[in-house]
């Protein structure tokens, strides 16, 4: 994929080096986010001291050019189950040898003004085509086709950045790695992080298995979360999603739990975290203080999340395997916003509201029987149903009985992960499969009938130029 239009250079501070602005780490597959705030600049800098420098941009050449307002931060997720206990590695799967490769790539935007926080999932299947390299042997490579996540493999950060920025048009200016083990323990440190799913999850391969509802998982079980990829036919682009509802989960309770502004919290996370991150050598205390500053009031909605847009199905590869392509035009557009520091979502003046459900409303058919002797209830739950969002089939009639205390919604068990988000917007109904029933899902309203539950699906919402994102607010648990 050719790289996009490059922006201006950009401006220069006294010193001859760019500003260098705040941070908004995603700790590998969940973006942790953490902030300073009222902390003096001597813990600040004790901070600093625990990170782990690594050399990213010193031999990097025909860069994109920087200058369009905000930071960019690459952040890596890296398979270091080598450091992991062998107990830890029966109880959450993490069995075998490691792969030395990036799980998970994130770019983070941090805007100019310090508001919104922007980040975009780079799928780790995506094509792309290595820039040539000399190894640490001394041998060169020459430019080659390979899935993005091998970068890592071949040459470490400084490759990664190279092919990053050479897909994407993107300066990076900072660089981010954490591995499984930091992951686990920031979670535990930070209480556990809530999650939310409207439907089962289970992944015999990392032994994640969540029943619907709400959950507070602690750092083996949250890397069970947010590496689980075998969970349906989505893959790696169904993990993304999961991975973007972990991290606006943890802004919510970042924010919300005060540890952003709780010089003991955040001391007591920071260091967990920081302790096992590697990072670039431009990132420091500084960093650290000014996104401080720019943190106050930050909240879920400051937060987007969007994932490079692809082509279905994936394109096999000779020696390679099967590879996501990106969408050249739309993903054009995604890098574009970020390089202007334009937002990618479409502001909403309130909060989503509504129980979140996997299968979009106007995906479910109903059917409306009167189970009652109430006159025109059949006829009022059709009505309520509609204006949820279901797709009624308009003609409501009287059941064969007209004694029903408690609704009753007859559905073919093929459509299982549909009828639950029917039966999230009536609670307390009877679910009674019947199979061969076909898509027209049964409901028979009983003497218990309350009306209908706002219920809302988790989709991105396009803007003006097409991009698909979603707000934090829209995709935390309510």
């Known amino acids: 994929m050719r790289a996009p239009a490059r922006s201006p250079r950009p401006s220069r501070t006294r010193s001859g080096r760019r500003p260098r602005w705040g941070l908004r780490i995603a700790a590998g597959a969940s973006g942790l986010v953490l902030a300073v705030s009222g902390i003096g600049h001597l813990l600040v800098r004790e901070l600093e001291s625990g990170i782990h420098r690594v050399d990213v941009f010193d031999d990097l050449d025909n860069r994109p050019r920087g200058g369009g307002g905000g930071v960019n931060f690459l952040v890596v997720g890296t398979d270091g189950r080598d450091r992991i206990s062998p107990r830890e590695k029966a109880l959450y799967r993490l069995g075998g040898a490691p792969c030395h490769c990036t799980d998970t790539i994130m770019l983070v935007h ?120 075998h969970i349906d036919g989505t893959s ?125 409303p106007a995906r479910v058919k109903v059917h409306v029987l009167n189970g009652t002797t109430e006159s025109g209830l059949a006829r009022r739950a059709d009505r309520d149903l509609h204006g949820a969002g279901f797709a009624t089939t308009g003609s409501p009639a009287d059941a064969v009985k007209s004694d029903v205390a408690r609704t009753v919604i007859a559905y073919d068990p093929v459509w299982n992960r549909s009828v639950r988000s029917l039966a999230a917007a009536l609670p307390g109904a009877k679910l009674r499969p019947v199979t061969g029933q076909g898509a027209v899902m049964q409901i028979t309203v009983g003497k218990d009938y309350d009306g209908v539950r706002k219920v809302r699906t988790e989709k991105p919402h396009p803007d003006k130029d097409g991009i698909e994102a979603v707000t934090g607010d829209e995709v935390a648990c309510p």
């Open 236 to 360: 790696d682009l169904g993990r993304i999603q999961r991975q973007q509802r972990f991290m606006a989960s943890v802004i919510e309770q970042t924010t919300a739990g005060g540890i952003l502004f709780n010089p003991v919290k955040f001391n007591r996370v920071a260091s967990t975290l920081l302790g096992s991150v590697r990072a670039d050598h431009g990132f420091g205390a500084e960093d650290l203080v000014e996104l401080g500053r720019a943190m106050h009031g930050f909240t879920p909605a400051s937060s987007e999340f969007a994932s490079v847009p692809v082509d279905l199905p994936g394109t096999p590869v000779k020696g390679v395997g099967s590879t996501l392509r990106w969408n050249e035009e739309k993903a054009g557009r995604l890098f574009t916003a970020i390089r202007e520091d334009r937002p990618l979502t479409v502001r909403h003046a309130k909060k989503p509201r509504g129980v979140p459900v996997d299968v979009d």
């Open 110 to 229: 941090l805007s100019g003004d310090r508001r919104r926080a922007s980040v975009i999932s780079l799928p780790r299947d995506s094509y792309a085509d290595i820039p040539a390299y000399t190894d640490t042997a001394g041998r060169r490579h020459r430019e080659h086709p390979q899935k993005l996540n091998a970068a890592y493999a071949e040459g470490g950060p400084g490759l990664t950045v190279r092919t990053v920025e050479h897909l994407t048009g993107v300066h990076i200016d900072h660089y981010l790695e954490v591995d499984f083990t930091s992951f686990m323990k920031t979670v535990d440190v930070v209480g556990g992080v809530k999650v939310c799913t409207a439907r089962p999850l289970k992944d015999d391969h990392t032994g994640l298995d969540l029943p619907v509802g709400s959950h507070v998982l602690n750092g083996g079980q949250a890397l069970q979360y947010v590496r689980s990829r």
